[in-house]
Nanobody, 123 residues
């Protein structure tokens, strides 16, 4: 079992930046692939970014490419999502996800999910 706890969400103005974090426990962190997803009101959950076990590979949704950066600190059992140049359409609940499988940029199914953290971007 892997437990995931997100933090760092909040309210930010358009054009601003925010970094959200996800702390993992229950399994050796370096053995799990991590991802970020988001869900806006009335919309389906969508993929945002993923990172391989040691952080050497990352992949982003086109909508956030060039603005968001996913990273991980395996010594701190934490994955981060740095969000820059935020837009109102980035408003959503952001979910951290983990999976013990191989890194796959096309992966949409993850074994473990956090409870989410709200990010609101005002115009």
């Amino acid at each position: 079992q892997v437990q995931l706890v997100e933090s760092g969400g909040g309210l930010v103005q358009a054009g601003g930046s925010l970094r959200i974090s996800c702390a993992a426990s229950g399994r050796t962190f370096s053995t799990i692939v991590m991802g970020w997803f988001r869900q806006a009101p009335g919309k389906e959950r969508e993929f945002v970014a993923t990172i391989s076990r040691r952080g050497g590979s990352t992949y982003y949704a086109d909508s956030v490419k060039g603005r968001f950066t996913i990273s991980r600190d395996n010594a701190e059992n934490t994955v981060y999502l740095q969000m820059n140049s935020l837009k109102p359409e980035d408003t959503a609940v952001y979910y951290c996800a983990a999976d013990p499988g191989n890194y796959d940029p096309d992966r949409l199914e993850y074994a473990y999910w956090g409870q989410g953290t709200q990010v609101t971007v005002s115009s």
